[in-house]
């Protein structure tokens, strides 16, 4: 199997990037779509136009309606059609961003995105999500390459709520413990391709990161400043994270954070604080070091990420309820089979509860 790497062709990160964002976007397009919803259109809508505008670049505004579905996907194709826009820029959330990817994408245009918030690391793939009308995830669109452009604004970023920002850590927590699982195993990545080195590394250095610039970005968000732990959790939890996923691979921390979407009690959870205990449970499924387990507990606790599951609102009979947890965590086709060895629900099953266990423990001794 051949070894792949993916990646935007251009990141930008800092403080009020999106008002420089005319200075590169003019290299694509020389007339854009700009799509967002009418709360991050009064945000950054302005300033983003403001720069097209200064640099000579055309555009024309549209509105995002709120879900990520094939019809809104048909709507504002058309409307760029109509206009006449030779590419397209997303800003806001994810599903504001997939809709953009997959506009592009049918349009045969560029895109830009540019994320208001870190909370995950889609916004550097190349697929999107999409869901019917009302909400339900109906497939995965995978595109032949990655956006064009990333541009994060960390001084937006910074003042989003800071729940969002850890659940990004939580997402980016998993990346190099399934980077270094799929690598062991050989496993396919989202790429198409076995891992890299520099992917595997990137994952690495993603963790590195996340351990010790965590706490104080957490701390400097939550005054809404930006700070140069900031701007380091911004980039792992983004690009690090990004490309440490697809172009090494999900494992089991994904497929169990699939698994808890199973129980209602978890719906009001983040992606990224699900994976954060799927983590934590791929850690005791692959037997790794108590020390090892001890770090990212104290990372968790510090900055806020469930260690157990009474912390994500699962209580009562848990056997049965993880049962259900650890079967669909294990279905045909998911990431956890990517694992270096074999998995069952039962190991699984066995990972979770020790995993609250151990979660639990630490908070006694804390």
Not at 127 to 143: Q, T
Not at 183 to 188: G, L, Y
Not at 244 to 255: M, T
Not at 297 to 306: A, H, I, M, S, Y
Request: hydrophobic share 45%; with cysteine; aromatic share 6%.
């Amino acid at each position: 199997m051949l070894r792949i790497i993916q990646s935007p062709s251009k990141y930008i990160q800092g403080a009020n990037a999106l008002a420089s964002v005319g200075q590169y976007a003019k290299a694509l397009a020389d007339h854009y779509f700009v799509i967002a919803d009418d709360f991050v259109m009064k945000l950054a809508g302005d300033t983003v136009m403001g720069s097209l505008h200064q640099h000579g670049v055309k555009y024309h505004a549209g509105t995002f309606n709120g879900e990520c579905c094939r019809k809104e996907i048909d709507r504002l194709g058309q409307e760029l059609k109509s206009h006449g826009c030779k590419g397209v820029i997303g800003i806001g959330g994810g599903k504001t961003l997939d809709t953009a990817k997959a506009i592009a994408y049918y349009q045969h245009v560029p895109v830009v995105l540019m994320p208001t918030i870190a909370s995950t690391d889609a916004p550097t793939s190349a697929l999107s999500v999409i869901y019917s009308e009302s909400g339900e995830f109906e497939e995965y669109l995978i595109y032949p390459a990655n956006p064009n452009m990333v541009v994060m604004d960390s001084a937006i970023i910074a003042k989003a709520p800071v729940r969002l920002l850890v659940a990004g850590m939580g997402d980016a927590l998993s990346t190099y413990f399934e980077a270094q699982a799929c690598f062991d195993a050989q496993a396919t990545s989202m790429a198409g391709g076995k891992s890299t080195l520099a992917a595997l590394n990137l994952a690495r250095l993603c963790y590195e990161t996340l351990l010790a610039e965590g706490v104080k970005a957490k701390l400097a968000a939550e005054s809404g400043v930006v700070t140069e732990a900031v701007e380091r959790i911004i980039e792992a939890n983004t690009y690090l994270s990004g490309i440490g996923f697809e172009s090494s691979g999900l494992a089991a921390a994904h497929a169990i954070h699939n698994g808890f979407t199973v129980l209602e009690e978890c719906h009001h959870l983040y992606h990224g604080e699900k994976v954060a205990f799927g983590t934590l449970s791929q850690l005791v499924l692959q037997n790794s070091p108590m020390a090892q387990i001890e770090t990212v507990l104290n990372f968790c606790q510090q900055v806020g990420l469930p260690i157990t599951l009474a912390q994500m609102g699962v209580t009562g009979e848990l056997t049965e309820k993880i049962g259900k947890v650890a079967e669909a965590s294990c279905a045909k086709g998911e990431t956890i089979h990517n694992m270096p060895f074999s998995v069952t629900p039962e190991s699984v099953l066995a990972a979770i509860l020790t995993a609250d266990k151990l979660g639990s423990a630490w908070l006694q001794r804390a």
